[in-house]
Structures are given as C-alpha cells and as structure tokens.
C-alpha cells in the first residue's frame, strides 16, 4: 500500500449541474459514458460532478474490464497524458497487503490504481477465475456498469444523512475507520453502492487494509 500526496479537490460549490460526467444514471444504477472515460476527458477532469441530484466530489470510482489483460491495455493509453499508477497491477487484496486478509477468493479480483492529475483516482479492476463474485457481477450489469463511486466528505456520518434520505441504506452498522481512513458503503434498493470517504491528514492511502475485509463482506452480506 502505498502512501501518496493526493493533491486536495477543489470542490467547485457553483458546479453547473450539466458538465460533462463519465457517469449515467438509469433506474438507479450508475453507468460510464463511454465517451468521457478516454485518457484526455480523464486526466483533463476536476472530479467533480453531480450524482442523484446531489454535487459530489469524486475520490475515486471503478472501471471494469473482462480480463487483466484488457485493464492493463486501457492503463496504457494513460501514460502520455500525466497519469500515474499508483497501486498493482496485482491480485486484490492477498497482493496488496502484509497481513492476513480474512476474504474469501471469490471476492479477489486484479486490481491497478491510476492517479490522475485533478488527484481524483480511477480504480480498474477484473475477474480473477471464471465464475467469482465480479465475473458475476459483469455478466448480470455488462462492462458499462458502475461498481462503486467513493465521494469524498469531511464528516462520514453526516453525509450518511443525505444520502439515506436519498434511499441509500448503509451496508453495515457504522463506518469502517483504522486511523487512516473512513470508509462506508451504502446502496439504493437498485443495488448501486456508494462509498463515503474521508481522508485523515498525513495519510493519503489508495485504501486502508485494515478496513477492506469488512467493506468487502459488508457488500455481499447485502446480496
């Protein structure tokens, strides 16, 4: 794991709710824009946008592909543009942490992290064998769904607030926090997740591994 000095996002409060955005939403699920996940919309973009009529700061979201292979050639396509991988590519969590990691192999996957220059992150990942849970989740939703989208707030339990009253329910009893950073997912009745994430000061990890079994399992213990 890796220790990065994200640059802070500067959160734009006047944001015209019709810029452009990587993501769709259709019936409750978040889908990419083809047309806005190139190296040149990406690396060019503030990270900030408006998700189920709310303004968000993006700290990360996930683009899925059907085989390492495929996630390495998109991050390829990076690399004239200023784009830095800054995690994998490698099997997650197992390769990613010192420590034993209590998840289970069906909800390992390859996993790379590229950090853009607005310092917002683009997480891809994919299957690791035929038939585990993201194998899974591509052959139910298709290669333009959404996994997850992580806002970044200063307060977790606050914005938990906003978004439960959008009917997002949280996926575990509290938020997951280790010191380096707060983490929660929550997930509408379609079965879009959000993550909610705060950033601790002097700790700019990808992902805190004390936290990952516990975001991992709180997710399928919804399914």
């Given at each position: ?144 769904a959404v996994h997850h989208v ?39 009745p379609a079965g879009q997740i ?30």
């Amino acid at each position: 794991m890796k220790n990065l000095n994200l640059k802070t996002l500067k959160f734009d409060r006047n944001l015209e709710g019709h810029l452009d955005s990587p993501f769709i939403e259709n019936n409750g699920l978040l889908e990419l824009n083809p047309q806005f996940i190139t190296p040149e919309f990406l690396t060019a973009w503030t990270f900030e946008t408006h998700l189920y009529d709310e303004q968000v700061a993006i700290d990360h979201f996930v683009i899925t592909f059907p085989s390492r292979t495929e996630l390495e050639k998109y991050a390829a396509s990076f690399r004239p543009f200023g784009a830095k991988i800054v995690e994998g590519p490698d099997l997650f969590p197992i390769n990613f942490c010192s420590t034993n990691i209590n998840v289970p192999s069906d909800l390992w996957l390859h996993l790379m992290t590229l950090l853009m220059p607005a310092g917002g992150l683009v997480v891809l990942d994919a299957p690791h064998a035929a038939g585990d849970q993201k194998n899974r989740f591509q052959e139910e939703r298709g290669l333009a769904a959404v996994h997850h989208v992580a806002i970044r707030v200063e307060n977790v339990q606050n914005a938990a607030k906003i978004w439960q009253n959008k009917n997002f329910k949280p996926l575990s009893e509290r938020p997951l926090d280790y010191g380096s950073l707060t983490q929660w997912f929550l997930q509408n009745p379609a079965g879009q997740i959000i993550e909610l994430i705060k950033r601790h000061p002097g700790n700019n990890a990808t992902f805190d591994c004390q936290n990952i079994s516990g975001l991992r399992l709180s997710e399928v213990a919804s399914q």
